[in-house]
């Protein structure tokens, strides 16, 4: 906010304006009022050369300049208009996406491993104060996705429920859902152990925290190691279908071709899912072994990697 004094601050700056104290100082070496008056003069005079030439406003503006800014001043009225009254797709999206469970969760996911290699980053600089800073807000971005999974054995009863009322296509498979779901079953309550403890919100030993820690892990890392089976699987029945659809004796070109395509849906699913797994196996065979040597920046790399492609899957399914 601009006001008398800031204008007289400016002018004082430039050697234009002599404040009262500095003219009575002035005022008092001299021995008459002539004198006086000449020094200010002088003091005045010479201070105005040597200041910075000031700019001088013209009597007349320049007809283009101001139809320039009369112009841009109509565009960027046009386009706030535009984006407060006409409709907003892409930020619907985002917030149907955000506002989705696994959006919300794959969002701080995200956020948790791409600052690990942001860390990595700025340490490699030596900008160790920025680094630290960063590496605090990834560390309180993954306390915060534990919090919010101690609701996570919820979800999980619905959907063993779901499993056994409808059955997997294949008896392996079915099998494979109902050992991965016991060891999310394990895994739950040993994060919840481990979380609560480490906060000292339950009354556990470090001991108990611990072993905790380590066997929420071990039990995430059986249920990676059965999901590159469980994808086998899959893959063995996609290339079925394919097969079946090229030896097939009667068919229209034009059923075929969809068919054709929603395999090829399939197949694309079954990709993005192995990327996932395989970004998901070392980081879960890291946190299983006490005394790992895998850098911290290679586990924001491959978390990084799983939470976009997983990201990306949700945002097509809340398009």
Known sequence: MTDNNTADNSLEASGILVDEAQAGTVGSSGSSDAGMDTGITTIQQRDVASSPSLPVASEKSSPTSSARR????????????????GPAPTLDHIIRFL???????KFWMLTQYFTKVVVWLFA????????E?????????SDYRIMIRLTGLVPMAQYVRYAEQFPAQTRLLQWLDRIMNLTLVCYYPLEHIYWLGAHQILPFSEN?????GYWSCRFWAVWVAMQFV??????????????????????????????????GAETKSWKTQLLINACYFPLTLHWSIRGSTFPDVAVGICGTVAAVAQACNVWKATA
């Open 133 to 141: 800073r960063v590496r605090t807000l990834s560390n309180l971005v």
């Open 124 to 131: 490699k600089r030596g900008q160790k104060s920025a680094s």
């Open 230 to 263: 469980r994808l086998g699987e899959e893959y063995r029945l996609i290339q079925g279908k394919r097969r079946e659809i090229y030896t097939r004796d009667k068919i229209d070109a034009a059923q075929m071709q969809v068919e054709l395509d929603a395999v």
């Open 70 to 85: 009369l112009r841009n001043s109509h565009v960027v009225a046009l386009a706030l208009k535009r984006m407060l009254k």
């Open 208 to 212: 108990l925290v611990d072993i905790a």
């Open 99 to 105: 506002s989705s469970g696994s959006g919300h969760d």
